[in-house]
T-cell receptor, first 112, second 113 residues
Framework: GENVEQHPSTLSVQEGDSAVIKCTYS??????FPWYKQELGKRPQLIID?????GEKKDQRIAVTLNKTAKHFSLHITETQPEDSAVYFC???????????FGGGTRLMVKP | DTAVSQTPKYLVTQMGNDKSIKCEQN?????MYWYKQDSKKFLKIMFS???????INETVPNRFSPKSPDKAHLNLHINSLELGDSAVYFC????????????FGAGTRLSVL
C-alpha cells in the first residue's frame, strides 16, 4: 500500500518568512495530492491540491510542486502570518482505490 | 447548514461500553469515510462507503462496525470500548469514489476511561 512521509514534523518561522514542507510517497500509481490545514481543535480543511498531470499550482501565498519521477511534493507558504500557524498534512491518493494516505503532519508555528 | 456534521462532539465513557457516532452530509456526495486521529495527530482511514456499499475496510478490529442507511449517512458503532480507542474520529465525504476533495466533519473526541 501507499506510504507517505512528511518532513519536518515541526517548523518555526518568523512572520514574513517562507515555510516549506516536504512529502514523499511510495506508490507510483498515486495521482492526486492534497494538502490539509488543521487548526487546534478543528477539522482538517483542504488548502490546495495538485494532480499528477501538472508540476506546480499556486493560490495566492501558497504553492505546491510535484516531482513524479522522484515521487515527492512540497508545500510552499510565502509571507507567513501568525494565522498560518496550524498542523499541515500532505496526502496521496491513487484513483483506483480512492483512499487518502496522510503524512504524519507538520506543526507550523509563525512567530510575530 | 453544515456540510458534514457528526454527533456527538465529545464522548466520555467507560471501558467495555458500546457507543455510536453519527455522521450526515448534505452535499449530495456518493462517498463517505471514517478516519481516526490519535494523540500524535496521525490521521488514518478506517472505512469508506460508496452509495451505502463498503469499499474500504482497513485493518480495524471487528468491534468497529460502520453502517450506512443511505448515502447521506454513515454511522460508526463501537463495541466493548478499550482505552486505546480514545482518539478523535472524523467523518468525511467526497463527490465520487474516484477521489477528489474530501470534506471533513468537526470530529468526535472519544475518551475511554
Amino acid at each position: 500500500g501507499e506510504n507517505v512521509e512528511q518532513h519536518p514534523s515541526t517548523l518555526s518561522v518568523q512572520e514574513g518568512d517562507s515555510a516549506v514542507i516536504k512529502c514523499t510517497y511510495s506508490d507510483s500509481a498515486s495521482n492526486y495530492f492534497p494538502w490539509y490545514k488543521q487548526e487546534l481543535g478543528k477539522r482538517p480543511q483542504l488548502i490546495i491540491d495538485i494532480r499528477s498531470n501538472v508540476g506546480e499550482k499556486k493560490d495566492q501565498r501558497i504553492a505546491v510542486t510535484l516531482n513524479k519521477t522522484a515521487k515527492h511534493f512540497s508545500l510552499h507558504i510565502t509571507e507567513t502570518q501568525p494565522e498560518d500557524s496550524a498542523v499541515y498534512f500532505c496526502a496521496a491518493m491513487a484513483n483506483a482505490g480512492n483512499m487518502l494516505t496522510f503524512g504524519g503532519g507538520t506543526r507550523l508555528m509563525v512567530k510575530p | 447548514d453544515t456540510a458534514v456534521s457528526q454527533t456527538p462532539k465529545y464522548l466520555v465513557t467507560q471501558m467495555g461500553n458500546d457507543k455510536s457516532i453519527k455522521c450526515e452530509q448534505n452535499l449530495g456526495h456518493d462517498t463517505m469515510y471514517w478516519y481516526k486521529q490519535d494523540s500524535k495527530k496521525f490521521l488514518k482511514i478506517m472505512f469508506s462507503y460508496n452509495n451505502k456499499e463498503l469499499i474500504i475496510n482497513e485493518t480495524v478490529p471487528n468491534r468497529f462496525s460502520p453502517k450506512s442507511p443511505d448515502k447521506a449517512h454513515l454511522n460508526l458503532h463501537i463495541n466493548s470500548l478499550e482505552l486505546g480507542d480514545s482518539a478523535v474520529y472524523f467523518c468525511a465525504s467526497s463527490p465520487t469514489r474516484e477521489g477528489g476533495i474530501q470534506y471533513f466533519g468537526a470530529g468526535t473526541r472519544l475518551s475511554v476511561l
